[in-house]
């Protein structure tokens, strides 16, 4: 695999746990009256995020697209919902938590998306061509 690829996943998986932890923090400070600067500062979130869209990765490398999508997004909703409820202890509904993780998500898989697609347009650029799945 080049470096110029997994570089590029380290950027998207960046891009997509920082854009859906900050959707997901301003919702729960605007929603919830929850505290930004709390939720922002706290290690473990960012842990999990992290791990939590880098998983994507994983699974757009062994699933078709497809399947890679809804597994990403199940497990962008299951594994913060359940670490934000068991480890942090979040006293929110768990439907409160559900809609925020729904949420991030949404916007961390869109983002990771976002940022993945920018490798593969490049071979376009560069006069090959590949078949459209």
Do not use: H, N, Q
């Not at 998986?13 to 929603?31: S, T």
């Not at 929850?34 to 699974?59: E, Q």
């Amino acid at each position: 695999m080049p470096a110029r690829l997994i570089v590029l996943d380290v950027i998207a998986v960046l891009a997509g746990a920082i854009v859906g932890l900050f959707v997901v923090d301003i919702l729960g400070w605007v929603l919830f009256s929850l505290s930004v600067t709390g939720m922002i500062a706290s290690i473990g979130r960012w842990i999990i995020v992290l791990l939590t869209v880098g998983l994507f990765v994983f699974y757009y490398r062994l699933l078709p697209p497809t399947g890679a999508a809804i597994a990403s997004f199940f497990t962008g909703v299951v594994v913060p919902l359940v670490a934000e409820k068991i480890v942090f202890g979040s006293s929110l509904p768990t439907t409160s938590l559900l809609f925020l993780y729904v949420v991030f998500s949404v916007v961390a898989l869109f983002t990771y998306r976002f940022v993945r697609a920018g490798g593969k347009r490049s071979d376009s650029a560069k006069g090959t061509t590949r078949p459209t799945p």
